[in-house]
């Protein structure tokens, strides 16, 4: 079991930056892929960004390419969103996620209980 906790959202001015955090505990950190997905109102869960084990590869969505760098720490068993040149459009509840990865939501099989980012314009 994995138990992942978020924080650092919050709400930011259009072309703003925040940096989301996620603590992990509990089974090895660095056996997994970590993610993070988002949630809009009224919308289904997206891949965001994520990164393999030993942080050397890490894949985007081309929505947050060049804006979005996701890196983590497995010292400290956390990874991290570093979110700059923020949209209104990247508002949503941000997860992050533990599990073999990908770009579905499936792929993942623990989940923090999110945090949320407001963009105003």
């Known amino acids: 079991q994995v138990q992942l906790v978020e924080s650092g959202g919050g709400l930011v001015q259009a072309g703003g930056s925040l940096r989301l955090s996620c603590a992990a505990s509990g089974r090895t950190f660095s056996n997994y892929v970590m993610g993070w997905l988002r949630q809009a109102p009224g919308k289904e869960r997206e891949f965001v960004a994520r990164i393999t084990w030993s942080g050397r590869t890490t894949y985007y969505a081309d929505s947050v390419k060049g804006r979005f760098t996701i890196s983590r720490d497995n010292a400290k068993n956390t990874v991290y969103l570093q979110m700059n040149s923020l949209k209104p459009e990247d508002t949503a509840v941000y997860y992050c996620?533990?599990?073999?990865?990908?770009?579905?939501?499936?792929?993942?099989?623990?989940w923090g209980q999110g945090t949320q980012v407001t963009v105003s314009s």
């Open positions: 996620a533990a599990g073999p990865g990908g770009a579905e939501p499936v792929r993942y099989n623990y």
